[in-house]
């Protein structure tokens, strides 16, 4: 339970990065265990100070302008240029679908990077989003390539949901996955994340050999679908030493 008014931002701050999106007092109140009235004020300071905006009844919270100006800086900090941006964005041309990039940052797997594409069937993707070690390839590419020790330590006790029929639950069909990520140099995610959701994802290495990212592209079932995935692992693969030579 949050002790200060601190502690209670914060989590409203988070919930707000969660889909819906937008949220009244009262439904964040319920979701944290916290007092209505405690949210309500909390939301006042940080409306004030534009961390957080309100539609024009009031009646919904979501994330405000300040946010994104901290998040850019912690873009800027890390020296993501336009030019990687370009790269990507040349890549989703393409292939016509959405293209983009994660990091590990600490404990957490963060989506970074999101070029949308325009068409009717999308996977949309933002940055900021975090991803669960087991399912889809910004979370098993990543992964695959940390120190065994912290993969033993990070997946030791834990089975995680099976939100759909091909999502990894174990540490030992996890292990395996890594096993043929790093053996083939990509990663494949098929009905993990959702019907019919497919996906391709390729690691992104530093000069020091150690991965900095995972470049991941997402698109839904269609005719040809296995073709598909396969030209899009192409792709990404001839992009795979740009992107890193661009890589801060």
Request: with cysteine; charged share 25%; glycine share 8%.
């Amino acid at each position: 339970m949050p002790s200060t008014s601190i502690d209670k931002a914060v989590l409203i701050l988070k919930q707000l990065a969660v889909p819906p999106y937008e949220y009244k007092a009262g439904e964040l109140a319920r979701k944290l265990g916290m007092n209505r009235s405690s949210v309500y004020r909390i939301l006042q300071v940080l409306k004030d100070c534009d961390l957080v905006i309100s539609d024009k009844g009031g009646d919904y919270y979501k994330v405000g302008p300040e946010m994104y100006h901290i998040g850019t800086t912690y873009l800027y900090n890390n020296n993501f240029h336009s030019k990687l941006i370009d790269i990507l964005s040349e890549i989703s041309d393409i292939i016509k679908e959405s293209v983009g990039m994660a990091v590990m940052d600490g404990d957490k797997i963060m989506s970074l990077i999101e070029i949308e594409v325009h068409q009717p069937m999308k996977l949309n993707d933002v940055p900021g989003r975090y991803y669960p070690p087991n399912k889809g390839n910004y979370g098993k590419v990543l992964m695959a390539y940390q120190d065994p020790e912290y993969i033993e330590r990070t997946l030791s006790g834990r089975v995680f949901e099976k939100t759909f029929y091909n999502t990894l639950t174990t540490k030992e069909e996890l292990l395996a996955e890594y096993a043929r990520i790093r053996e083939r140099g990509y990663s494949f995610s098929i009905d993990e994340l959702g019907i019919d959701i497919l996906g391709v994802g390729i690691p992104i290495f530093g000069e020091n050999g150690r991965i900095k990212a995972c470049v991941a592209v997402g698109f839904y079932r269609g005719e040809g679908w296995e073709a598909k995935l396969n030209r899009v692992k192409d792709i990404l693969l001839s992009y795979q030493s740009q992107i890193e030579r661009n890589m801060p």
